[in-house]
């Protein structure tokens, strides 16, 4: 059973950060992009920020220059590092995998959702 397991959500205070934590488990053969997505209630699922297999990353507007993503592929992980965060970073954030799952001797490509985690900032 592949699965995404994600962590690292919680209550923080504006300016405050944050680091989440996204790990992947089960019989995968190997991951290629990931990302991270926030929904606000009311508000439609937006791209956070991405990372490539091969490093190249991009992120949304609103939230360059404050979080960073990265993932540590010897650990199945992949983050997303959360600095001075406001108010309207409160959302519920998913961790996003495209995985090549071997099926005997062939490779296919499925993609993956953590179950989510809130991240709430306010004073």
């Known amino acids: 059973q592949v699965q995404l397991v994600e962590s690292g959500g919680g209550l923080v205070q504006p300016g405050g950060s944050l680091r989440l934590s996204c790990v992947a488990s089960?019989?995968?053969?190997?991951?290629?992009?990931m990302g991270w997505y926030r929904q606000a209630p009311g508000k439609e699922r937006e791209l956070v920020a991405g990372i490539t297999s091969g490093g190249s990353t991009n992120y949304a507007d609103s939230v360059k220059g404050r979080f960073t993503i990265s993932r540590d592929n010897a650990k199945n992980a992949g983050y997303l590092q959360m600095n001075s965060l406001k108010p309207e970073d409160t959302a519920v954030y998913y961790c996003?995998?495209?995985?090549?799952?071997?099926?005997?001797?062939?490779?296919?490509?499925?993609?993956?959702w953590g179950q989510g985690t809130q991240v709430t900032v306010s004073s």
């Open positions: 996003h995998a495209d995985m090549n799952i071997l099926h005997g001797s062939i490779l296919r490509m499925y993609d993956y």
């Open positions: 089960g019989s995968y053969f190997s991951i290629n992009a």
